[in-house]
């Protein structure tokens, strides 16, 4: 572990993800300073006033061994300067594997907060991820392999077993080219899959959930240190990126106790350490919040809990650099946030998406719903008039 303190900066791999902005803009208006590593010039997390040093490094997707050697290689430069790298967010599913693989070779040269690969395992794969939930006694959706599914008689969804494919995790996959895989099918009942088909196409084999109830999605944020919580944050989301679910792009700070139970009961299980993001549907006819998923790292709405009054970038820094007595756990409730990018998404998945389970709204209805709740909480992930250069790349990369 590296001598810990006050001075360096913060290296936060990028992403096209509001929350790879969010952290930097959230570290830089603190006076941090920060390095922003992607391999695409154009992420507009690099438009940003709030970004220091900008480095260009190879694909995960493509080499993660020279993305990986590449990371080392320009921390191991900058400790030699005057503002080392101290410490290294992750803000993508790839990062927190390597981070967590790595994290050997890596604090010998910052300090981390992120699970050993094992841990990180029990997350990333979620039939283990259920299963430790069920012995840990929280509410869980009825999880199955897609091979041991033999009755197609009620609602179901087929999603990767994986939250992120690499070859540590699934001996056929190609080595060195990690892949994140967020399809979900809704299975008709009259239309059972073709299991061979869709193993195949899959490259493993995934995992059935029952179809839950919608009562609200909700999401709980959190920040470990060796078992301990340090920081934790709610909000309930209103739309996601697409009518049938999807990430939150319109989403309202709350405190439910039982929602606060599920989460800390499951990490206090896990021993977790560093951040974690665990999505919850709250299921109609019980009245349960059932988890969906852990992502071990900072999350696309991101921007609705800094919104709120709950800094994670800030509590990260301070836990990686010694200094978590100082976290302020405190957040403001009602806050809500949009973003803008995923609000179009939305509006475009009435047109282009479809469900056997959800009834598709009416999209004039809800054009009208975005443009009221954007005027009535104008708070949004990318848009800011002191910095608006990231909101206005990412636009032109979307209409790109």
């Known amino acids: 572990m590296v001598e810990t303190g006050e ?18 803009r959230s570290l830089g208006r603190r006076d941090i300073g920060t390095i922003c590593a992607s391999s695409d010039r154009r992420t507009p997390a690099f438009a940003s006033r709030y970004c220091g040093a900008k480095w260009i490094v190879p694909d995960p997707e493509t080499d993660l061994h ?3 050697t590449s990371l080392l290689d320009r921390i191991r ?7 080392p790298v101290r410490t290294v967010i992750p803000c993508r599913e790839i990062d927190a594997f390597v981070l967590s693989k790595y994290r050997d070779v890596f604090e010998e040269h910052v300090s981390l907060v992120v699970p050993s690969l094992d841990t990180l395992r029990k997350v990333h794969d979620r039939k ?7 012995k840990a006694g929280v509410p869980i959706p009825n999880t199955r392999l897609l091979t041991d599914v033999s009755e197609w008689d009620s609602p179901q969804l087929i999603k990767s077993r994986y939250n992120l494919l690499t070859n540590d995790y699934v001996d056929a996959h190609p080595p060195g080219k990690p892949k994140e895989v967020k399809r979900i099918t809704h299975v008709d009942p009259a239309d059972p899959p073709d299991v061979d088909a869709v193993c195949e196409e899959m ?5 059935v959930q029952e179809f839950v109830p919608y009562g609200g999605k909700y999401m709980v944020a959190a920040l470990y240190q060796d078992g301990e919580a340090l920081s934790t944050f709610q909000h309930e989301q209103i739309r996601g990126d697409s009518y049938v679910g999807g990430g939150g792009v319109y989403r309202r700070s709350v405190h439910i ?7 800390t009961t499951l990490l206090d299980h896990l021993e977790w350490t560093g951040l974690a993001c665990l999505e919850y549907i709250r299921d109609s006819e019980t009245g349960e919040f059932k988890l969906l998923e852990i992502n071990p790292r900072i999350w696309q709405s991101l921007p609705s809990t800094v919104h709120a009054g709950a800094d994670f970038p800030y509590d990260y820094w301070l836990a990686a650099t010694g200094r ?7 957040s403001e409730l009602g806050v809500g946030t949009h973003m803008l990018y995923g609000e179009l998404k939305y509006l475009n998945s009435i047109r282009r998406d479809d469900s056997p389970y959800v009834e598709r709204p009416k999209l004039w209805s809800e054009i009208a719903a975005v443009a009221g709740s954007c005027v009535r909480e104008p708070h949004f992930d990318f848009l800011a008039l002191d910095d608006p250069r ?4 990412g636009v032109r990369a979307f209409l790109t």
């Open 7 to 24: 001075g360096g900066v913060a290296l936060i791999p990028a992403g096209i993800s509001s929350g790879t902005y969010q952290t930097i």
């Open 66 to 68: 020279e993305y990986t």
């Open 77 to 83: 430069d900058a400790s030699d300067g005057d503002r």
């Open 128 to 134: 283990r991820l259920f299963d430790a939930a069920a």
């Open 203 to 207: 490259g493993h084999v995934p995992i």
């Open 257 to 263: 106790d039982e929602l606060e139970t599920a989460a």
């Open 324 to 330: 978590a007595d100082e976290i302020d756990p405190s």
């Open 390 to 393: 990231p909101f206005l790349r």
